[in-house]
């Protein structure tokens, strides 16, 4: 750098090596530093807001294709299990999502099927239908019985020495309700046109189907190997209807009216 005193060639430094001046500071280098920093604290808040907005926006898209996927698998394992409804025991883990829906779609319709009989026979009876009696109660039923059955099953095949997961179970079991609940759609659209016996008939096997048919398609999908294979069945069926037997009486209810809705 040169000297401001003596212009003479000296080493970067406080004073000059020649003449001992006070050499000046070079303020562009500071200048331009300060100004460097002050860009990126000015940028920085500008910079936020946009790129959050971008990782939001990524993870509604991601969360979208989600929804986008699983409504896909399960279109395409409603269509299939419709079609061929033995396909259900080649059901693995990856038909689990689809199969809790096909169990909360029936709970739905159960309850919301009693909710709207009750609603329009009960002015004339029993006064307006109630939602959280008529409609939440059925609907928590039949949630708790589709959610214990697979249960009472899997112990059932443990016992029977199968190899077997809960998760499969469960996926079998609500693609084994496919039919099922087929046939209560059916039975519904016979009611509203009227036909009361074959309405009762057709709601009877699509309800008890799934409490004792069901538990034992799946046990017969695999050898039993320790207990004899009636005995399993037999007692398997016993305890189903049983779970079923009990949610059906108010027990349920009275337990559910301690709380408020």
Same mark, same amino acid.
């Given at each position: ?113 009693? /909710? =709207?009989?009750?609603?329009?026979? $009960?002015?004339?009876?029993? *006064? +307006?239908?109630?939602?959280?009696? &008529? @409609? ?104 189903? /209807? =049983?779970?079923?037997?009990?949610? $059906?009486?108010?027990?349920? *209810? +009275?337990?559910?009216?301690?709380? &408020? @809705?």
């Amino acid at each position: 750098m040169i000297c401001q005193n003596c212009k003479q060639e000296t080493e970067e430094g406080k004073f000059c090596t020649n003449c001992g001046a006070e050499l000046a500071v070079d303020q562009s280098a500071a200048t331009v530093e300060a100004s460097t920093e002050s860009t990126v604290e000015t940028e920085t808040p500008e910079t936020t807001a946009p790129v959050q907005a971008e990782q939001a926006g990524q993870e509604t898209n991601e969360y979208a294709e989600k929804l986008k996927g699983i409504s896909a698998d399960f279109g395409q394992f409603f269509i299939t299990l419709i079609k061929k409804p033995t396909e259900a025991r080649n059901a693995d883990q990856n038909a689990l999502v689809s199969s809790i829906i096909v169990m909360a779609i029936f709970s739905i319709l159960v309850a919301l099927e009693r /909710y =709207i009989t009750i609603s329009n026979y $009960s002015s004339d009876y029993f *006064g +307006s239908a109630s939602f959280t009696d &008529d @409609f939440l109660i059925p609907l928590l039923k039949y949630i708790i019985l589709f959610a214990l059955i697979p249960v009472i099953t899997f112990a059932a095949s443990k016992l029977s020495a199968q190899e077997v997961s809960l998760p499969v179970i469960i996926a079998k079991y609500g693609s084994y309700l496919v039919p099922f609940l087929l046939l209560y759609v059916i039975g519904v659209i016979f009611s509203l046109i009227k036909l009361g016996f074959p309405f009762t008939v057709v709601s009877t096997i699509s309800i008890l189907g799934p409490v004792l048919i069901i538990p034992i398609l799946i046990i017969l999908e695999k050898p039993v190997k320790v207990f004899d294979r009636i005995y399993v069945l037999i007692a398997l069926s016993i305890v189903s /209807y =049983i779970i079923y037997g009990y949610l $059906s009486t108010s027990g349920l *209810g +009275s337990f559910l009216d301690n709380f &408020d @809705f």
